[in-house]
T-cell receptor, first 114, second 109 residues
Framework: NAGVTQTPKFQVLKTGQSMTLQCAQD?????MSWYRQDPGMGLRLIHY???????DQGEVPNGYNVSRSTTEDFPLRLLSAAPSQTSVYFC?????????????FGSGTRLTVV | DAKTTQPNSMESNEEEPVHLPCNHS???????IHWYRQLPSQGPEYVIH???SNVNNRMASLAIAEDRKSSTLILHRATLRDAAVYYC??????????FGKGTRLSVIA
């Protein structure tokens, strides 16, 4: 049982490049979310999913795409990276109905856009 | 989303209890009170949650005011490992967590 696995752990991109941040969980959790955390700030919600085939926008969705084709995976795509997307990205998952349990977070992907 | 208000920072001596307050005056009847903490350079970690009654687990206790407009996270004996940012979050359980700025807890040896 690995929990929530995020890859890569570190990434440097040039402005305009695209990439996909991977998030996988092996707990059969329905709810998954992506957050970004800028230096010295709290986490901000980018996108979330309540199950396979269902996604919705969070507080800061612009510049990011997501899809949820399986329960296990919830990739986050940056179509054209910008320096403003330099941040640490966290993925989280939770069982549903989820009131009885908290979210499990991954260890994060540190992204730098130059 | 309902809002919470927490002090920006708090300080505690090691091996003493810590009471971290959270105000949520606009809480709705279906909002659960969640606490998460984030250790340096790590992802957030679930601590505890509750609805109306006080809750205890191996990490902490959650004391909820009778009118539910405030709550307190209690660490019974702070250790250096408890130094972190603590987030108080309201959620119905059917919506994702929305984080505020939290309280940065420093623990002094």
């Amino acid at each position: 049982n690995a929990g929530v696995t995020q890859t890569p752990k570190f990434q440097v991109l040039k402005t305009g490049q695209s990439m996909t941040l991977q998030c996988a969980q092996d707990m059969n959790h329905e709810y998954m979310s992506w957050y970004r955390q800028d230096p010295g700030m709290g986490l901000r919600l980018i996108h979330y999913s309540v199950g396979a085939g269902i996604t919705d926008q969070g507080e800061v969705p612009n510049g990011y795409n997501v899809s949820r084709s399986t329960t296990e995976d919830f990739p986050l795509r940056l179509l054209s990276a910008a320096p403003s997307q330099t941040s640490v990205y966290f993925c989280a998952s939770r069982e549903t109905p989820g009131i009885l349990y908290g979210y499990t977070f991954g260890s994060g992907t540190r992204l730098t856009v130059v | 989303d309902a809002k919470t208000t927490q002090p920006n920072s708090m300080e505690s001596n090691e091996e003493e209890p810590v009471h971290l307050p959270c105000n949520h005056s606009t809480i709705s009847g279906t909002d659960y009170i969640h606490w998460y903490r984030q250790l340096p350079s790590q992802g957030p970690e679930y601590v505890i949650h509750g609805l109306t009654s006080n809750v205890n687990n191996r990490m902490a206790s959650l004391a909820i005011a009778e009118d539910r407009k405030s709550s307190t996270l209690i660490l019974h004996r702070a250790t250096l490992r408890d130094a972190a940012v603590y987030y108080c979050i309201l959620s119905t359980g059917n919506t994702p967590l929305v984080f505020g700025k939290g309280t940065r807890l420093s623990v002094i040896a």
